[in-house]
């Protein structure tokens, strides 16, 4: 089992930035896969990053080039980084981590941006 424990959203105008944190506890040894979904009112959720152990790191179209996912290996945490904040980015921002052949889901923050 893993335990995962997101934190750094908020409210924030356009043009801000959020960083958001991801840590993950329990059955953590050598995970591979950490990312970050999000699911706007109304809609499917989407992968927004992610980022594998060895650092190869996947990005939506959407944010590639505002958005940043790094991770700390020792610590199990991963961060996503958002700049240039746009009020289409405004959606709950779910932690994921592919882990021995399950799929693991924080509880969700809140990232809104004003106009």
Request: charged share 15%; hydrophobic share 35%.
């Amino acid at each position: 089992q893993v335990q995962l424990v997101e934190s750094g959203g908020g409210l924030v105008q356009a043009g801000g930035s959020l960083r958001l944190s991801c840590a993950a506890s329990g059955s953590v040894f050598s995970i591979n896969v950490m990312g970050w979904y999000r699911q706007a009112p109304g809609k499917q959720r989407e992968l927004v990053a992610r980022i594998t152990s060895g650092g190869t790191t996947t990005y939506a179209d959407s944010v590639r080039g505002r958005f940043t996912i790094s991770r700390d290996n020792a610590e199990n945490t991963v961060y996503l980084q958002l700049n240039s904040l746009k009020p289409e980015d405004t959606a709950v921002y779910y932690c994921n981590v592919f882990h021995m052949g399950r799929n693991y889901w924080g509880q969700g923050t809140q990232v809104t941006v004003s106009s």
